[in-house]
């Protein structure tokens, strides 16, 4: 049973640009979250979602910052004209369905984006 | 206040030694705790939840007190493996399930 798959797992762009971060959550999971760790820090919820809905993005910046997570595919992190400060580690964790605040969360090996 | 705080660390101790680090959390209605490790530049990974009655896990014993909201993290007989940056996580009352991480103790077991 393959785990949390993330790719890519470095990601270089300039400032401007797009970034599109992918998780593919573990086969049977339902619910995916994003995760950012800013160099030197601890790691920062940013969204929650299920299959085709967001539950909680309270943690996500208000500005170019949007998730997905579509009924097929992978969950989709998109970041719109990246800044430096945008360079981080973007960690996907996915949950299976089950009691809310029990379930285990399983981390991907995280994406490394690093602006210029 | 931070919701999560912990000693940063580091933590430097020989082999074989028992270690404990600490944590603490601002919202006392929160509802679960864990203790992960996470290794250089790689994903947490969860080492232990934690329950009010205390549970252990061979070398690791982990302990809540809600009175003081307060979490701890005991390694006994510590190996060169358990060098790491140990994560206090808390998921906050009222929170759909987000994990609510410290900043990490670093750990570094010395030979």
């Known amino acids: 049973n393959a785990g949390v798959m993330q790719n890519p797992r470095h990601l270089v762009r300039r400032r401007g640009q797009e970034a599109r971060l992918r998780c593919s959550p573990m086969?049977?999971?339902?619910?995916v979250y994003w995760y950012r760790q800013l160099p030197e820090e601890g790691l920062k919820f940013m969204v929650y979602l299920q299959k085709e809905n967001i539950i909680d993005e309270s943690g996500m910046p208000k500005e170019r910052f949007s998730a997905e997570f579509p009924k097929e595919g992978p969950s989709i992190l998109r970041i719109q004209q990246v800044v430096r400060g945008d360079s981080a580690a973007y960690f996907c964790?996915?949950?299976?369905?089950?009691?809310?605040?029990?379930?285990?969360?399983?981390f991907g090996p995280g994406t490394r984006l690093t602006v210029l | 206040r931070k919701e999560v705080e912990q000693d940063p660390g580091p933590f430097n101790v020989p082999e074989g030694a028992t270690v404990a680090f600490n944590c603490t959390y601002s919202n006392s209605a929160s509802q679960s705790f864990f203790w992960y490790r996470q290794d250089c530049r790689k994903e947490p990974k969860l080492l232990m939840s934690?329950?009010?009655s205390g549970n252990e896990d061979g070398r690791f014993t982990a302990q809540l007190n809600r009175a003081s909201q307060y979490i701890s993290l005991l390694i006994r007989d510590s190996k060169l493996s358990d060098s790491a940056t140990y994560l206090c996580?808390?998921?906050?009352?009222?929170?759909?399930?987000?994990?609510?991480f410290g900043s990490g103790t670093q750990l570094t077991v010395l030979p």
């Open positions: 934690v329950y009010s």
């Open positions: 996580v808390v998921i906050p009352s009222g929170s759909a399930r987000q994990l609510t």
């Open positions: 964790a996915s949950s299976p369905i089950g009691q809310a605040s029990t379930d285990t969360q399983y």
């Open positions: 086969k049977g999971h339902s619910h």
